[in-house]
């Protein structure tokens, strides 16, 4: 874990020294980010109503906190009332030939990014990836459509928004609840107060949260994609090593926990880092790796037998279920 995010999230010391000296940037953050909406607000900066329903699934702090999972069950739970789906991505990390660009079975991670890929591969639901919203919304219309998520993006106010999702995670919530840099935090928690549905990831939620589980799929072999219950694999082999490159590595080491793994080496990652080879070589080809789904994605070109995923659902309760499938109905009739 890097420095700042103990200062973030853990009350390490060095926040007596790193706070203070980042506040004057935390400052001038809130003045341009405030502004920015004063002028969305004000109509000085223009947005645009698609004419079809969009769902933003986003957060007000930086780092993984379960959006992809909810964009997934999302995915689903609209192709089961018999809608055509799309997903809007900004492509972090990745780098396409042009854009809006719409990924296809020959798109790269090095095109797309590790989180758009995967849920391409998992759903095969169309996703346009670029950082202008609007036309990777109107990419997504022209090619069939009729109600479009977007994966991130609460803050990209120039696309106008039918439903807001804000994901936390349960565990680590909003840690010192500064905006950036001085706190994890892109806007302040009075934003909690606006959006449709507050998702809790992971923990007991507070009043107006949503719970949230995710529920680990039989593993997965990185290199013939093969699939191996947990309790299979767990009879041959009870020890197993841990990487993760995501928002928070302890996450999945946890989950690997729950799966009665013990682990003996376990290493995170910064979020979206860039696998190369040489990052596995500390690691024993003698006992299985396990690795998140979306680090999987960046391993494919030099994985090894021994190497499996944990892929994950989102649960939502289903009475909860209920009621967005309502108002999802309703919006999708007057579209």
Known sequence: MRLIEKVWFHHHRAKYVLVPLLLPLTLLFWLLSSARRIAYRWKILPSVKVEKP??????????????TPVVLWLVALCREMGLTPGVISRGYGGLAPHYPYLINPASTVVETGDEALMIYRRSQVNISIGSDRVKCAQQLIAKGCDIL?????LQHYRL??????????????????????????????????TVDYIINNGEKPLVNEMPMTLIPGPLINCLTGENCLAETLRAEFSHVNAIAGIGSPERFFATTRTLGFILNQQQGFVDHHHFQASDFNEFSDDIPLLMTEKDAIKCYGFAKANWWYVPVDARIPKIEENLLVKRIEALTNQS
């Open 54 to 67: 969009v769902i933003v699934v986003g957060n007000i702090g930086v780092g993984g906190n379960g959006k």
């Open 149 to 153: 998520i977007t994966d991130d993006g």
């Open 160 to 193: 106008q928004r039918d439903i807001e999702f804000i994901v936390i995670d349960g565990k680590r919530r909003f840690g010192n609840q500064l905006l950036l840099p001085a706190g994890p935090l892109r806007e302040g928690l009075w934003r909690l107060n």
